[in-house]
């Protein structure tokens, strides 16, 4: 059995793992197709070109950031959860660090 | 391209610029029909200089703007429903965690991650809104362009009706049609300019990534969104974890 609050610590690990794969994959691809060719704009207007591509890989740079972080936040939450479900199986559901 | 399935004209992977020459064509075409109506006054000519040099290059394919607002749209969906999903996780765990590294995660999700992607999914909104109204621009602009030409042939081709063949009367079709085309390319401008700048739907975009996560020579700096080095370390560590009672 698992305490519930290592259920809760894997539930999150899980969540952050997922929205991680979520960025990486379709997000990011769906970004980066978004960059609009010169061809989009009217000739006269093609100023609005870099305005918009600022903005897109903004969201993209950010994107790729964020994904970086869950991922990395994802395995270190996992590691812990693991720990503890086999602490608890080593000694109880109530296995904890105290530290005063 | 994901964002343009390209219909019947879809000939092949590029079809994205493939349309916007279908949608020149077209002007072209039109523009060939008011110049044969108003030769051989000279009048049709100075249409055709018109429609070179200032129409044509402006025509572009308003589906590529209405399928990019579409994707932004589920952009937004995804960030939206990130924020939720972990908001929700991050509150579970800190209702049954605590001692620094529960409380530094915490910490963290809520100063920093889940604003960064409330600033994502914000972004992602008022591009959907931009290019939505990008779209909008481009269609009236198609619209107005051949509203006028239509009504110039119609003109020219009712002077021929009415006696016999007048330059006069086809530069006068000419003297009403150019202002009007002119006016319609201008407004276009005008229109993109207030939108991307003035209007600031974009600008909006821009300052919704700015404002939390800084923005370095004009850009949005992404390398200033990261997990800092003490809660990477803290969150580590199995004896931080301290479970509530």
Redesign the interface.
Known sequence: MT???TE??R??AT??TA?SD??SG??RA??A??A??K???????L??WD??E??????E??????Q??LE??GT??T??AA??EQMEQEHSE?F????G | ???DDGGIFDLSAES??RD?WVWRSVVIGTGALLIVALEPSGAGMAAAAIGTAVVV?????PE??TS?SG??S??FN?FDA?VA??TE??A??F???K?S?AES?HGFVNGT?LQ??A??RE??NL?DD?CTQMAIV?IS?LVAYFSATVGAIVAALASNAGGPFSPAAKWAVFGVWAPVILAV?AA??AA??T???TNKT??D??DA?KNK?GEKD???D??S???PEPV?AV??R???????S
């Open positions: 305490s519930v609050q809760a610590l539930d999150l969540r952050l929205q979520a960025l379709n997000t769906t970004v197709a978004l609009m060719p061809e989009a704009y009217p000739l006269f207007s100023a609005a305005d918009y600022k903005v897109r890989s903004g969201i740079n950010v994107t790729i950031a964020v970086d972080i990395t936040t270190a939450l590691r812990v720990h503890y109530s904890t660090y105290d530290n | 391209m994901a964002w994205d610029a916007t290059p402006n025509v572009v394919d590529v703007w990019a994707e932004w589920e952009l995804v990130a999903d972990l996780a991050d579970a765990m209702a049954q965690w001692d590294a995660f991650l960064v992607l600033r994502l972004a992602c591009m931009a481009v602009t390319i276009m401008v993109v300019a939108l991307w700048t974009l600008g975009a821009f990534l996560i004009g850009r949005i992404a390398a969104v990261r997990l990477k969150i580590s199995y004896d931080e974890w301290e479970k509530k």
